[in-house]
């Protein structure tokens, strides 16, 4: 596919009139074609207008042919082939066989939201029936469904080029809710947005839709960013990125006439938790789990929100035996490239704190890796009074570093997690033995966290109808939500009841003929589908 350089404006290719920006390759610096020209103001606000144009038909679409949309975009990506994944492994230097599994992500959650669509239970459809018989007052007959908010902006992350970005899960959810979508390109992955934005356009086309449906904006995020956030036309926001940037869209959203939501989801140290039974194994079994946590630490360069930055072991032998194989793992290790020069900046800033701060040891260092941006990943140790007393080991160091923490017992891990702020994950190791240990902390992770989980690593999030990809606030903006996995629907969504509506004027979901064959609750009582 050709590469043009310019937003896709409710299907257009547009030049912008405000500069130009590259893509640089992290692995070397250099600049890569084309430059992207980069909109005004004003090009933002033809996209938001479309949408809002686009949104009475999009949002009235018969389920079909709204989840066939979502199926040809995911055909149109996988159309590309391997152009796409060159095309982001140059931008990010993330490797051809993590980018084709994160391709195989991003078009299977689009397929899972056509799915959500088909079904339709996300309508969340509920009817009372008049009562009119009903003493001292009658009931009136009342119907409720979910509604789409209205359009949506989506600002690409810069360490998931596909499957956190363009046609990514904000995206597909946004479009499976029936909102239109504005994206903001992340300006370090251009050529990779364009691709998967000329998919997402094909599919729009092909279906006869309105062109407002979709737009893919490049520009500045401290400029158009924001104005895009600050548009009336924009009803919610989905980002995935630093807490900085995504608490200043949160005031921008906050201080509109309207305020909007804003579905952050920024910082996470992901906590884990080895009790001593995880430890009592042969010196191979632990050197099986060091190299596990060291794993999940490096992959993708440590660039994952769910990197286990934090790692609870006991104090005494067993923990030591742990915090040796450490050292053993990552010290071979040499540091792989970055997604950008001021992301591996910030880590080494990262870095340089934790070395810094006082009682705090690097149990093992490996070395840089070739080229540009590939800082030598790092694990460092330090007992739990330390931390507790030192917030800068509470803070997240995006990138492959992690701080192993030495504990005595329940009640300071408990105290511990009391003072964390909140988090995505939090992992708990540990053997039936263990059970009664930590059952006590369970509680207190479930105040802190979106998940939990026994047994395995944080990294690697499963996209399915369970999963939560969320957590209280600095991990995400909203706790009441998740970013992966089919509940994300209900952010673009809210209630609207309709009373004494005749058959004529209800909405298809509500009909009593039930056209759209959608799960309803009738009188409080399940009426599946197929049951009119």
Known sequence: MTLHGHSLIAGEATPGTSGSAFGINPATNEQLEPAYSLISEKQLQEATAAAEDAFGSFSALDPEEHARFLDAIAENIE?????LVERASLETGLGLDRLRGERARTTGQLRLFANVVRQGDFRGVRIDPALPGRTPLPRADIRQRQIPLGPVAVFGASNFPLAFSVAGGDTASAFAAGCPVIVKAHNAHPGTAELVGQAITKAVKDLGLHPGVFSLVYGSGSSIGQALVADPAIKAVGFTGSRAGGTALMRTAAARPEPIPVYAEMSSINPVYVFPGALEGSEEDIKALAKQYIGSVTGSSGQLCTSPGLVFVPAGEAGERFATAVTGEVTPLHGQTMLTGGIATAWQHGYDALEAAPDVEILGRGTEGPGQNAPAPAVFGADLDVFINNPILHEEVFGAASLVVRYKGIEDLIEATAKLEG??????????????TAAPLIPTLERKVGRIIINAWPTGVEVGHAMVHGGPFPATSDAKTTSVG????????RPVAYQNFPEELCPAALKDANPWNVNRLVDGQPQPAGQG
């Open 79 to 83: 159309a590309v082939g391997e152009e």
């Open 423 to 436: 988090q995505l994950t939090a992992s708990l190791h540990l053997t039936e033995a263990d059970y009664a």
């Open 486 to 493: 089919t509940l994300a629907i209900d952010r673009f969504l």
